[in-house]
């Protein structure tokens, strides 16, 4: 009885084991609090399409292999909330395409929903009401700024005399390229436009460009350099940073690294160390222009630096979007002061004159109806609303075609005493025929084959990183 006894213990605890196996196992199958009820990142999408009667679309590269806990219970009787709940965070979001159609996207850090912007414009237009507490503010966020950008303190030149090459004489105005060392074996190249017979001080232009196919040396950049030369201006074209000349130094994808932005920031500091040098250059005649992300950098360079009396932003300043790429903002300029924005860091243009070209086709869609008013306040502030302009193009694309060259030549004309001259006809456009086309390798500084590169150069991003910590 006793060896009966002892088998029947045996079996009931081989049964008990079996049991709890079975159920562990079962268990990991299920849907339960401690597996956080995930779901593939697809059926929560489904959900939400058949939820609220949408369809949302989405590339698989965003989706596969991605899974959201709790997804069921991030659904609101609101739509947008519950759309914001499920794909928040996992850093994802949905752009509205039409009525009840979306498509999914990577999170945009540098683009804001216009309201939520325009309410921090308005939270930050209230920490001043005056002239007096503007400039203080103004202060604090230069100082910022400037130890953001690395700027703070200035690091050390290179060889101050720039490289020149002989100057292409194209009647009315002539070219030459550059090549300025702006920090030991660190150079910045570009093209000098100046025009060709010229009486007593001229104005100076800087004009750095955006990220559109092949920069400076596309045809409506070197028209609209050449007009300006042709009015009676000198007119200062140069690389972005690893793009150009650049490219010597650096790979094309450096330019998606931090340093891009400070790099590109001293570089408009040293060029105009260098025309400034120029007797003939008038100091309070000195503008800048770019379009795209080079208007985000004219607004930033005009802000740092107050021997830029003018400034044109072209299809670029907007308070819901920052800038998306690390040459406009791989560093945290827009949390100096604890916090602000590119509309607020242009207001620190004023009193200067500036211009803020803007379209229907992009992120300055909706300049009209509170930046340019914001803007226009802090004007008043030195009694000079005059100075501040907006042209707003509703039906242009993100782009410096015609339609923006030709704001830019009259607020030159206006403010720095251009003379339009034979380049204006009589229906109040602008000839810009007679300017040259030049071809890409007759404006590189460095040659061809970049057989002119200083034996000192620094090649690589890891260079240029050793480089800054000496500073």
């Not at 006793?2 to 990991?28: D, I």
């Not at 260098?274 to 007797?279: D, G, I, P």
């Not at 007759?442 to 991003?461: T, V």
Request: glycine letters at 8%; charged letters at 25%; one cysteine or more.
């Amino acid at each position: 009885m006793e060896r009966n006894r002892k088998l029947n213990t045996l079996s009931q605890y081989l049964l008990m084991v079996l049991l709890l196996f079975t159920g562990l196992n079962a268990g990991a199958q299920e849907q339960n609090t401690d597996t956080k009820f995930r779901m593939p990142l697809k059926d929560a999408i489904h959900m939400l399409e058949e939820r609220f009667q949408i369809e949302i679309r989405f590339d698989d590269h965003l989706v596969d292999g991605v899974e959201l806990d709790y997804a069921p219970w991030r659904l609101r009787a609101d739509r947008d909330q519950s759309l914001a709940n499920v794909f928040s965070p996992l850093d994802l979001k949905v752009q509205k395409v039409s009525e009840n159609k979306y498509k999914l996207k990577e999170y945009e850090y540098f683009r804001w929903e216009v309201q939520e912007a325009w309410d921090y414009l308005d939270y930050l237009a209230g920490k001043y009401h005056d002239k007096e507490s503007w400039l203080l503010r103004k202060d604090s966020i230069r100082t910022d700024l400037m130890k953001a950008l690395k700027l703070d303190p200035l690091p050390e030149y290179g060889n101050r005399k720039p490289i020149r090459t002989k100057k292409r004489n194209h009647g009315d105005y002539t070219v030459e390229n550059f090549a300025l060392e702006i920090m030991p074996g660190l150079f910045i190249n570009g093209s000098i436009y100046r025009p060709k017979k010229v009486s007593g001080k001229i104005p100076l232009m800087l004009s750095p460009d955006g990220h559109w196919g092949g920069h400076r040396f596309r045809k409506d950049a070197q028209i609209r350099n050449a007009m300006i030369a042709k009015m009676g201006a000198v007119s200062v074209s140069y690389d972005l940073f690893a793009w150009g000349e650049s490219l010597l130094q650096f790979n094309s994808e450096d330019h998606r690294r931090p340093l891009a932005l400070t790099v590109q920031t001293l570089s408009a500091l040293r060029i105009l160390d260098m025309m400034l040098e120029e007797k003939q250059i008038d100091p309070n005649r000195v503008g800048i222009s770019g379009g795209s992300g080079g208007g985000n950098h004219a607004v930033l360079v005009t802000a740092i630096d107050g021997r830029i009396k003018l400034s044109i932003p072209v299809a670029s300043l907007s308070s819901y979007h920052f800038g998306g790429c690390p040459c406009e903002s791989g560093f945290p300029i827009h949390f100096s002061a604890n916090g602000t924005n590119n509309v607020e860091i242009a207001a620190m243009t004023a009193p200067r004159p500036q211009l803020l070209i803007s379209d229907g086709g992009d992120w300055t869609a909706h300049m009209p109806e509170h930046d340019f008013p914001y803007l226009k306040n802090v004007y008043r502030y030195f009694g000079a609303e005059s100075e501040l302009e907006n042209v707003h193009l509703p039906d242009d694309a993100h782009d410096f075609g015609y339609s923006k060259r030709k704001p830019v030549y009259t607020f030159l004309i206006k403010h720095f005493g251009l003379n339009s001259g034979k380049y204006l006809t009589s229906d109040g456009e602008f000839e810009e025929s007679s300017c040259v086309i030049e071809e890409e390798e007759d404006m590189y500084a460095f040659g061809k084959n970049g057989q002119r590169l200083p034996e000192n150069a620094i090649i690589g991003y890891e260079e240029l990183e050793k480089l800054f910590k000496q500073y």
